[in-house]
């Protein structure tokens, strides 16, 4: 089954102690994005990856680090989470940074306390 | 400024009934995407419906229709016979080519509840 899977779905944490939530995907897809969603403010990119080792920036990326190693992995790294880092986190994939259609997997709920 | 604009916070609609849910964006592009996802309380995001900005025919997938206005710059969904599991977010972004398309912007969403 074509998807994007990402672990942990829930996480609490305490400020400052590193974590990683990971994304998998298996459609061989090159693009693959981060978004986060917080109330009445939508999704906004946190980063995206056109393909193996190339990463760049998206709207809010401070507070936060990726890497590409792999086509289908795209982790997301907190190295000092902070309370306002709490929020939905999505991973997306797609064919090409033009295609029609973003999957998105099921999100981590993560809590910064 | 905001790029994509969603006015309704929420909207109420009986079932069998059409809704429309309103979306006006903003860019300089003249090719763009526009797209419209949904999300049920389980919280996943499920893409509904694409508009290319040279498309000249609205597109339609099953139930949903987007009202695409161009010149008004307007991307309305309409969800035409609602059922009970409309019941969810729903959230309009676009695709703007000076951004290499690699980003979607999303609109703050517009939540549906469809009562029997």
């Known amino acids: 089954e074509a998807q994007v899977t990402q672990n942990p779905r829930y996480l609490i944490t305490v400020t400052g102690k590193k974590l990683t939530v990971t994304c998998s995907q298996n459609?061989?897809?090159?693009?693959m994005s981060w978004y986060r969603q917080d109330p009445g403010l939508g999704l906004r990119q946190i980063y995206y990856?056109?393909?193996?080792?190339?990463?760049d920036k998206g709207d809010v990326p401070e507070g936060y680090k990726v890497s590409r190693k792999e086509k289908r992995n795209f982790p997301l790294i907190l190295e000092s989470p902070s309370p306002n880092q709490t929020s939905l986190y999505f991973c997306?994939?797609?064919?090409?940074?033009?295609?029609?259609?973003?999957?998105f997997g099921p999100g981590t709920r993560l809590t910064v306390t | 400024a905001q790029k994509i604009t969603q006015t309704q916070p929420g909207m109420f609609v009986q079932e069998k009934e059409a809704v429309t849910l309103d979306c006006t964006y903003d860019?300089?592009?003249?090719?763009?995407?526009l797209f419209w996802y949904k999300q049920p309380s389980s919280g996943e995001m499920i893409f509904l419906i694409y508009?290319?900005?040279?498309?000249?025919q609205n597109a339609t997938e099953g139930r949903y229709s987007l009202n695409f206005q161009k010149a008004r710059k307007s991307a309305n969904l309409v969800i035409s016979a609602s059922q009970l599991g409309d019941s969810a977010m729903y959230f309009c972004?676009?695709?703007?080519?000076?951004?290499?398309?690699?980003?979607?912007?999303f609109g703050t969403g517009t939540r549906l509840l469809v009562s029997p």
């Open positions: 997306a994939s797609s064919l090409s940074g033009s295609s029609h259609e973003q999957y």
């Open positions: 459609m061989n897809h090159e693009y």
């Open positions: 990856s056109m393909n193996v080792e190339v990463t």
């Open positions: 860019t300089s592009d003249q090719s763009y995407g």
């Open positions: 508009q290319g900005s040279y498309d000249e």
């Open positions: 972004a676009m695709r703007e080519p000076h951004t290499g398309f690699q980003k979607l912007v």
